[in-house]
């Protein structure tokens, strides 16, 4: 991957938190996904203390991290696009429970970064690829 902006590098952190969040608490083993990938990703480590934290500060401030992707899709380059739903999936698949509402998160996400059903679909079966 190119170098990342610092905004990118966030964006790609919370979508993961926000899909491990979406069921409820962020379990171990989606934590320890987030910081694996996101040390690839970005280069630097994350603390789990912030990947546990982080989804109370989402709520606290009223934000909802779909409406920002929605409203910097056309800042983020394909490339992170791609990245910020491919960690969001792989985090989807890491605890192997995937329930209603992280599967609805992750069909916002999709919805709100603008990507196509086929182009969708592509990245997905990837990932699989990768964890099998």
């Known amino acids: 991957m190119t170098r990342i902006e610092r905004r990118e590098r ?5 979508a993961m938190v926000s899909m491990a969040a979406a069921d409820g608490e962020v379990d171990a083993r989606e934590a320890a996904t987030i910081r694996k990938l996101y040390i690839q990703i970005a280069g630097e480590a994350v603390s789990a203390d912030e990947i ?3 989804p109370a500060g989402y709520r606290a401030r ?3 991290f779909v409406g920002k992707l929605a409203r910097e899709r056309h800042r983020l380059s394909r490339e992170v696009r791609e990245t910020i739903l491919r960690g969001a999936y792989m985090v989807l698949l890491a605890d ?4 209603a509402r992280a ?3 992750l069909i916002e996400f999709v919805n709100a970064l603008n ?3 086929i182009h969708r679909g592509v990245i997905f079966e990837d990932v699989e690829r990768t964890l099998h």
């Open 62 to 64: 009223g934000l909802t």
């Open 115 to 117: 990507i196509s059903e």
């Open 10 to 14: 966030t964006c790609i952190l919370q």
């Open 96 to 99: 192997g429970r995937v329930g």
């Open 52 to 54: 546990t934290r982080a």
């Open 103 to 105: 599967r609805n998160r």
